[in-house]
């Protein structure tokens, strides 16, 4: 079964840090461009960070720069999301998607055309 699993999210305070990983299953994530998506209750799907296959290319929504960073580890399938600095706006479902590669339409990063997508992992910042 060819799919992608986030996992990482969690309760934390505001200043606190969390890391995401996105983990593939069935295929390889060597190929693809990944990207991180979030959804707050009441509003719409996001982008916030992507990272191009060879790792040579990342995007950040302006929100998250300097507070997140992305990376991959293609020898575990893997690609993160680090999180620090949180703040309660950050509360959110987090998605991962797999693309071939990253699509920044007018400074943001778009969510069509992605190949898989995972269930997502949901984060809540709050004291």
């Known amino acids: 079964q060819l799919q992608l699993v986030e996992s990482g999210g969690g309760l934390v305070q505001p200043g606190g840090s969390l890391r995401l990983s996105c983990a593939a299953s069935?295929?390889?994530?060597?190929?693809?461009?990944i990207g991180w998506f979030r959804q707050a209750p009441g509003k719409e799907r996001e982008g916030v960070s992507c990272?191009?296959?060879?790792?040579?290319?990342?995007y950040y929504r302006d929100s998250v720069k300097g507070r997140f960073t992305i990376s991959r580890d293609n020898a575990k399938n893997t690609v993160y999301l680090q999180m620090n600095s949180l703040k309660p706006e950050d509360t959110a479902v987090y998605y991962c998607?797999?693309?071939?590669?990253?699509?920044?339409?007018?400074?943001?990063?778009?969510?069509?055309?992605?190949?898989?997508w995972g269930k997502g992992t949901l984060v809540t910042v709050s004291s």
């Open positions: 990272i191009s296959s060879s790792a040579g290319y990342t």
């Open positions: 998607a797999a693309r071939r590669g990253c699509s920044v339409v007018a400074g943001n990063l778009v969510d069509y055309g992605m190949d898989y």
């Open positions: 069935g295929f390889t994530l060597n190929y693809y461009a």
